[in-house]
């Protein structure tokens, strides 16, 4: 068995055009995202779903659990 290097280029990517939402500095999920996911059965025969938070400047997510799809579960 013989090595050999090869002589491969490297990719170079172009650099791409971000929002002004995600360069200019800002606090924590000052932009965000909400999305729910799932219906998820929980023991005593109940229902569950994910709410999902995300941020778009730092890339952080928090997931809550919430019961129903009410306003006021979701608040």
Do not use: N
Not at 52 to 60: D, E, G, I, K, N
Request: proline share 4%; net charge positive.
């Amino acid at each position: 068995m013989v090595c050999k290097r090869f002589a491969a280029k490297s990719l170079t990517a172009p650099p791409i055009h971000l929002l002004l939402d995600r360069i200019r500095e800002s606090a924590v999920f000052e932009i965000t995202g909400v999305d729910l996911c799932g219906q998820l059965f929980i023991k005593p025969k109940a229902k569950a779903w994910v709410v999902l938070f995300t941020c778009a400047v730092y890339r952080a997510i928090h997931l809550e659990v919430v019961t129903s799809l009410s306003t006021e579960a979701f608040i």
